[in-house]
């Protein structure tokens, strides 16, 4: 991958973050660290905001220990190579999710008990935002699953406060398509590891990827035209918006 198209993801990170004030000054930011391309492309990029703009902030990545016996030596090496040290943070979530409740759908479940365990973790060191690494194909997927499968429109939003625990969460990647990313971590050489988790490739998320993909090779730029439909949709378009004519 070309350095201009690194900078055209850098500079993605920051419209995103300007428009939706993502990443601001004095922020302490737990950085949700997986070991797939997506966090740790994100990691760079956050420490690419903090050398070349005047945002001044602090980064702490933050990994979970599912319990599935994974070395994260490689990660640590790299998050030492960016000038940060990693905390992992051993979990039983692997074992709850796949062993006692044993769910036919586990993501959702899996996705409640990581971002509560990192909104705990956050709150202990300080932080005031939780950086996770979705990007642009996520938030269309989230859009066609809640869709396909709930019949709703809903979709996670760039920013979003937690009163409750007082934490903001932010996805600084919503404007980079997954294509860039993987391409970015491929050219940069990043310690990406293959996923541990039993449901990998076997999710809803992963047949309507298919689908999108399917929709996205008859109609180029698909994904950006419905990343865009995100962004100016109409509320009294909808149904729900028209009065009771009864």
């Known amino acids: 991958m070309s350095q201009r198209r690194i900078k055209h993801m850098f500079k993605q990170l920051r419209d995103a973050s300007l428009k939706y004030k993502l990443i601001e000054d004095g922020d302490r930011i737990l950085a949700g660290i997986s070991g797939g391309k997506?966090?740790?492309?994100m990691l760079y990029l956050l420490t690419?905001?903090?050398?070349?703009?005047?945002?001044?902030f602090t980064l702490y990545p933050v990994m979970l220990d599912m319990g599935w016996g994974e070395d994260h030596q490689a990660i640590a090496d790299y998050c030492e190579s960016l000038?940060?040290?990693?905390?992992?943070?051993?979990?039983?979530?692997?074992?709850?999710v796949f062993e006692h409740r044993r769910e036919k759908n586990p993501c959702s479940l899996c996705s409640n008990l990581r971002h509560g365990a990192l909104n705990r973790?956050?709150?202990?060191?300080?932080?005031?935002?939780?950086?996770l690494g979705h990007h642009m194909d996520d938030a269309v997927h989230t859009f066609?699953?809640?869709?396909?499968?709930?019949g709703r429109f809903h979709v996670f939003k760039p920013r979003t406060y937690l009163d409750r625990s007082d934490i903001t969460l932010i996805r600084p990647m919503v404007y980079i398509s997954e294509e860039d990313i993987a391409k970015c971590a491929a050219s940069l050489k990043l310690p990406v590891r293959v996923s541990a988790c039993p449901a990998s490739g076997q999710t809803k998320r992963d047949e309507v990827k298919q689908l999108l993909d399917l929709i996205e090779q008859q109609f180029p730029g698909a994904r950006q035209r419905f990343l865009a439909s995100l962004e100016n949709a109409?509320?009294?378009?909808?149904?729900?918006?028209?009065?009771?004519?009864?």
């Open 38 to 41: 997506d966090s740790l492309t």
């Open 48 to 56: 690419l905001v903090q050398k070349y703009t005047p945002v001044s």
């Open 234 to 246: 109409a509320p009294d378009t909808f149904w729900s918006s028209t009065p009771d004519n009864n």
């Open 121 to 131: 973790i956050a709150k202990s060191l300080g932080c005031n935002k939780v950086a």
């Open 144 to 150: 066609f699953l809640s869709m396909l499968f709930e």
């Open 83 to 96: 000038g940060l040290e990693l905390r992992v943070e051993n979990t039983h979530i692997g074992r709850i």
